[in-house]
């Protein structure tokens, strides 16, 4: 008889499968992710549930798979964590995907970070929706759990879906799946053990935002532990977790162009330009635009930082939100592109934040 394994105990597709129904009579608008945690399972081993249904088993030829998405036209690229949602609305363009551990998009609308190594599994999937069916290219790490989705929209190319999926169609489309455990965070190492003094100068000879994670690693640092140990002088402030939402509502009423970072361990996306329509609703702050939607659980903030990182083309500065874990969940920064300095607008912006709401 088939199982799965979710977390240490084992049950049968079958009882999965009556458990889930039964949970969705109860809950009929449920979502999958959400079911899932309930269930005490992946949202990986849910989904394959309906292969050979609704669900179609993808080869995992990930490079060579997304190297088709600029053919669907435009559609809807949606990145997650647990607690943030990032939605963005265009087409997948200027692709580089095949020249190491790191893929990228850099599209003025669909804009991405791949970290291959922790993708695992790609299934294309038809969800009954109000307006009728709806066709997604979905993605999953070796733990189960969603990297990145793919949706349709009424402007996509339907018939290049149809032929992408035949040409990576599995052979096998069962309904079983093996899923690893979620990778533990490295404990910290004593902040007695570290070279702080090195790890501070190493960040004031910064020279481009992303040589941070290259320091931090360097040091072996959490990210939390690099922003308690950060050097003197402003360049890491923890403000109130109400930051966030100062900070978004504020850029859309001053018609402020910024950048929105969501990632997991698999993606990293990200959303350049205004934001307008900042709305609270069912317990998620969210911004609701036609071309790039953010949700929020608030409650999930657990610290706020802001952050700042010299740059050749000078001081580069952060809002940076965590939850408990110390897990990041979101950045926003004023937007900018490398030789420009950042807005004087935003860092008027963040000042005013930093001042309201320093903690």
Request: overall charge negative; hydrophobic content about 45%.
């Amino acid at each position: 008889m088939n199982t799965i394994s979710p977390n240490a105990d084992s049950v049968t597709l079958t009882d999965l499968r009556k458990r889930w129904a039964e949970l969705l009579h109860q809950q009929p608008h449920l979502r999958i992710r959400n079911a899932a945690h309930a269930l005490g399972v992946s949202e990986l081993q849910l989904l394959a549930l309906g292969a050979g249904a609704n669900v179609t088993r993808l080869r995992p030829e990930f490079p060579a798979l997304l190297s088709r998405a600029a053919e669907l036209g435009h559609v809807m690229a949606l990145t997650r964590n647990d607690d943030v949602v990032h939605e963005r609305k265009g087409t997948y363009l200027n692709a580089s995907l095949d020249k190491g551990p790191v893929g990228l998009f850099v599209g003025a609308d669909i804009d991405l970070r791949i970290f291959w190594g922790s993708w695992g599994h790609a299934f294309a999937v038809t969800e009954p929706g109000k307006d009728g069916d709806r066709a997604s290219l979905q993605f999953f790490g070796h733990d189960g759990e969603a990297i990145h989705k793919i949706y349709l929209t009424e402007k996509s190319d339907t018939a290049a879906y149809a032929t992408i999926v035949g040409a990576f169609r599995s052979d096998d489309q069962s309904e079983e799946v093996t899923v690893q455990p979620r990778k533990a965070a490295m404990p910290e190492m004593p902040d007695d053990a570290v070279d702080v003094a090195a790890f501070r100068s190493g960040w004031l000879a910064l020279k481009d935002t992303h040589d941070f994670h290259m320091l931090v690693g360097r040091h072996r640092l959490s990210r939390m532990q690099a922003l308690r140990l950060a050097p003197e002088g402003g360049y890491a402030v923890t403000v109130r977790n109400e930051a966030l939402r100062k900070v978004l509502t504020d850029a859309a009423k001053g018609a402020l162009p910024i950048m929105v970072f969501v990632g997991n361990p698999g993606m990293l996306q990200i959303h350049t330009g205004e934001v307008k329509n900042v709305v609270d609703a069912r317990g998620w702050f969210n911004v609701l635009d036609p071309e790039f939607n953010l949700h929020v659980r608030e409650e999930a903030i657990a610290t706020s930082w802001i952050v700042r990182k010299p740059t050749t083309d000078g001081m580069v500065t952060a809002l940076e939100c965590y939850d408990a874990k110390g897990s990041q969940l979101v950045q926003v920064f004023g937007k900018r592109k490398p030789g420009i300095p950042e807005l004087g607008a935003w860092r008027d912006l963040v000042a005013e934040v930093e001042n309201a709401l320093r903690s």
